[in-house]
């Protein structure tokens, strides 16, 4: 069959679901991913036939798409930072923004003299610290979280892309109880968290491919206590940064004052809140006094 038939078939399919730009980028990624063929192939060779194996594969993710399976969970990986995650419907799939996150960190960082002790709360797939481990040099990265099937994902990756992190298995509600990892026990230089941070209220904002395939104990937080996660992360990070240490967190874009204003109660100096890309709140930083 003719390559340029299946693009069509794509766009008929899909184009009402995701839009014509999207499925284009979804069509040139999966015959990058499966054919090896650079996404300028059809204007090279506009009569391009793939054969029927080829047929099941790209049909087959065709209609995982048709049910709004996350193009990187067909796939297998997810882009980030110039790297290749594996993920699965146990981690979130890194964001854009959180990519903005960890380059305000290499840019705040990237020339340190000392070497650095690095802790990423709630760590999923392990794209924050792993990305740091890769782009700084000297340093100590840790990474916590409390679901067994995300840190099988992080060591996983940390293995597939050479870093060095340690990977940790905690509740970050619960850190000053015994059962806590005795490396939390130290002081460090960065601590990094996005927790869960997404309203109940605010599903319906949301694509279905989130809410029916990525992890709602990674998304969501009661409508009445949508802070939780934060007022411990910034707790554990009053006692536990280094003094000047720098705290960095993604954030609800809704709630940027009411997370300022956590960092302001536990004595957090220069505070910064930034927007993202697309001009939401979406990430701050505070210096521990």
């Given at each position: 069959?003719?390559?340029?038939?299946?693009?069509?078939?794509?766009?008929?399919?899909?184009?009402?679901?995701?839009?014509?730009?999207?499925?284009?980028?979804?069509?040139?990624?999966?015959?990058?991913?499966?054919?090896?063929?650079?996404?300028?192939?059809?204007?090279?060779?506009?009569?391009?036939?793939?054969?029927k194996e080829q047929e099941t594969v790209i049909f087959q993710a065709l209609s995982e798409l048709k049910l709004e399976k996350p193009i990187q969970h067909i796939i297998g990986t997810a882009y980030f930072m110039?790297?290749?995650?594996?993920?699965?419907?146990?981690?979130?799939?890194?964001?854009?923004?959180?990519?903005?996150?960890?380059?305000?960190?290499?840019?705040?960082?990237?020339?340190?003299?000392?070497?650095?002790?690095?802790?990423?709360?709630?760590?999923?797939?392990?794209?924050?610290?792993?990305?740091?481990?890769?782009?700084?040099?000297?340093?100590?990265?840790?990474?916590?979280?409390?679901?067994?099937?995300?840190?099988?994902?992080?060591?996983?990756?940390?293995?597939?892309?050479?870093?060095?992190?340690?990977?940790?298995?905690?509740?970050?509600?619960?850190?000053?109880?015994?059962?806590?990892?005795?490396?939390?026990?130290?002081?460090?230089?960065i601590i990094i968290s996005n927790p869960p941070y997404v309203r109940e209220l605010e599903k319906a904002e949301m694509h279905n491919n989130v809410i029916d395939h990525e992890p709602s104990l990674a998304l969501?937080?009661?409508?009445?206590?949508?802070?939780?996660?934060?007022?411990?992360?910034?707790?554990?990070?009053?006692?536990?940064?280094?003094?000047?240490?720098?705290?960095?967190?993604?954030?609800?874009?809704?709630?940027?004052?009411?997370?300022?204003?956590?960092?302001?109660?536990?004595?957090?100096?220069?505070?910064?809140?930034?927007?993202?890309?697309?001009?939401?709140?979406?990430?701050?930083?505070?210096?521990?006094?």
């Amino acid at each position: 069959m003719l390559l340029k038939e299946i693009k069509n078939i794509f766009h008929l399919e899909l184009d009402a679901i995701y839009g014509k730009e999207e499925v284009d980028s979804f069509f040139y990624l999966l015959i990058e991913h499966y054919f090896n063929l650079e996404r300028f192939v059809l204007a090279i060779q506009p009569n391009l036939v793939i054969d029927k194996e080829q047929e099941t594969v790209i049909f087959q993710a065709l209609s995982e798409l048709k049910l709004e399976k996350p193009i990187q969970h067909i796939i297998g990986t997810a882009y980030f930072m110039d790297l290749d995650f594996m993920v699965n419907k146990h981690v979130l799939i890194p964001r854009p923004e959180t990519e903005e996150l960890v380059r305000w960190i290499l840019d705040d960082f990237k020339t340190a003299a000392k070497a650095l002790t690095i802790l990423d709360m709630g760590t999923g797939s392990g794209c924050i610290p792993i990305s740091l481990d890769k782009n700084l040099t000297h340093t100590k990265v840790f990474g916590l979280d409390i679901s067994t099937d995300a840190l099988k994902v992080a060591e996983e990756n940390n293995g597939l892309l050479g870093a060095g992190v340690k990977f940790l298995q905690a509740d970050m509600l619960s850190l000053n109880t015994e059962t806590s990892a005795k490396e939390l026990n130290q002081k460090f230089d960065i601590i990094i968290s996005n927790p869960p941070y997404v309203r109940e209220l605010e599903k319906a904002e949301m694509h279905n491919n989130v809410i029916d395939h990525e992890p709602s104990l990674a998304l969501f937080v009661p409508d009445e206590d949508p802070l939780k996660f934060y007022t411990a992360v910034v707790k554990f990070a009053a006692e536990h940064l280094n003094e000047n240490g720098c705290l960095y967190l993604e954030i609800n874009q809704y709630l940027g004052e009411e997370t300022k204003q956590l960092l302001l109660d536990s004595n957090f100096k220069t505070i910064e809140l930034r927007k993202d890309m697309f001009g939401n709140d979406r990430m701050i930083k505070g210096i521990r006094k």
